[in-house]
């Protein structure tokens, strides 16, 4: 069972995609003009109907993708890995829905509402900004305040109500396992997320990309399942959302990244100093025990966090992010000059960041007055 309010690592997912009939991703790259990193590297390694926003994309057909953020602790290079393919599905044309669980994190984190809204603004859609999210078709919103415009916040709320008659605390209990009501809430608040965007109200029907970690497949599926309910009883009309699944950004000590480990995660405020300490004392190594043996039998650059950290996000080009492993993987480059590169990779773009993001505040207005 996947838990998706869970801090625990996701290890074989070939065995979960074969489960739940998720799709490879590799076998779509030929069809997309200018794939992603993300796409090309096999971090977005698997999908359910990606075919029809690739026929979007290809029509110039209208489609939207949905996403959301959980404002609860720092925001971090794990999260950045998100914000790239909002950016780059923005670029292509899609609507952007982006909405703060902030009714989630109250019931799962216990933490207030007015601090939850400061978390997401300053820590979170700051840092979006900074990194190129657009206001044009972005629609920034919050679960406990879903619009100005009240046709469209009720239309929202009412969604929920009525997808709750579409499930039964059962099957609840099959995909989630044990229950509470802060659980049963959330889940119900994200189908009405997901599904929000092709009601009348917001534009009608479209298709719909829900870009995501394995962990969330159980909300994915839930929706979906909710979504082809409603259109049997020929409520409401659906589009089945289409949904690609991305690979976790390592933990610095290995395992998934947690919000309440600060050693475990890259923050977008580490100072150069703290980031060269991160690096050195916790980033989990695939060099071996001493210089002479790893001369002799090379390192394991799979399991080294700073080789991931350039290969899914800050070596770019692919021609030096391929030497980089074969002489990590030959014995050529030794561990501590693997994450000199990735110290200074990281800083520099911190750096830029930093300044981006100084600029990105005078911005925020433009996202909240919708």
């Given at each position: ?6 801090s ?5 997912y070939e065995k979960i995609?074969k ?5 490879p991703?590799?076998?779509l790259?030929k069809n ?11 971090i977005?390694?698997g999908?359910r ?7 979007c994309?290809k029509?110039?057909?209208?489609f ?23 950016i ?11 909405c703060v ?18 978390t ?18 972005c ?23 009525m ?9 609840l ?25 092709q ?6 029907l ?6 995501v ?8 599926r839930?929706?979906?399942d ?14 089945m ?12 000590k ?8 600060p050693?475990?995660?890259?923050s977008m405020n580490?100072?150069?100093e ?6 050195m004392k916790?980033a989990?190594?695939g060099g071996r025990?001493?210089?002479k ?6 390192g ?6 700073s080789?991931?950290?350039l290969?899914?996000?800050?070596e770019?080009?692919d021609?030096k992010?391929q ?5 990590y ?5 030794l561990?501590?000059?693997l994450?000199?590169i ?8 911190l750096?830029?960041?930093r300044?981006r993001?100084?600029?990105a505040?005078?911005?925020?207005e ?5």
């Amino acid at each position: 069972m996947i838990d998706p309010w869970g801090s625990g690592e996701i290890k074989d997912y070939e065995k979960i995609m074969k489960e739940f009939g998720i799709k490879p991703f590799k076998p779509l790259l030929k069809n997309i003009p200018d794939p992603h990193l993300l796409m090309r590297r096999g971090i977005i390694f698997g999908h359910r109907g990606f075919e029809k926003i690739l026929e979007c994309i290809k029509t110039k057909k209208e489609f939207c993708m949905m996403t959301g953020l959980m404002p609860s602790g720092d925001f971090h290079l794990g999260h950045a890995l998100l914000v790239q393919q909002i950016i780059y599905y923005q670029g292509l044309g899609a609507r952007i829905f982006l909405c703060v669980a902030d009714i989630e994190a109250y019931n799962m984190r216990r933490i207030g509402l007015e601090k939850l809204r400061e978390t997401a603004i300053e820590e979170y859609l700051v840092n979006y900004i900074a990194l190129g999210l657009k206001p044009k078709n972005c629609d920034f919103y919050f679960q406990s305040q879903r619009s100005k415009d009240f046709k469209k916040s009720n239309s929202y709320y009412r969604l929920i109500g009525m997808s709750s008659r579409r499930v039964t605390f059962n099957e609840l209990s099959a995909i989630y396992g044990e229950l509470t009501p802060g659980k049963i809430m959330s889940a119900l608040a994200q189908v009405s997320d997901i599904l929000h965007p092709q009601l009348k109200e917001f534009g009608g029907l479209k298709n719909v990309l829900v870009p995501v970690g394995i962990d969330q497949d159980p909300h994915i599926r839930l929706t979906r399942d909710i979504a082809g309910r409603f259109n049997r009883a020929n409520e409401i009309k659906f589009s089945m959302p289409s949904t690609t699944f991305h690979r976790f950004m390592p933990g610095l000590k290995g395992g998934k990244m947690s919000s309440s480990d600060p050693n475990s995660y890259i923050s977008m405020n580490d100072s150069p100093e703290t980031i060269r300490e991160k690096i050195m004392k916790h980033a989990f190594s695939g060099g071996r025990g001493s210089v002479k043996e790893h001369r002799e039998k090379g390192g394991i650059p799979e399991i080294d966090v700073s080789y991931n950290l350039l290969y899914m996000m800050f070596e770019p080009d692919d021609k030096k992010i391929q030497k980089i492993y074969d002489d990590y993987k030959s014995g050529k480059m030794l561990t501590g000059e693997l994450k000199e590169i990735t110290i200074e990779k990281i800083t520099k773009f911190l750096e830029k960041h930093r300044e981006r993001r100084e600029k990105a505040k005078d911005k925020i207005e433009m996202f909240l007055n919708q």
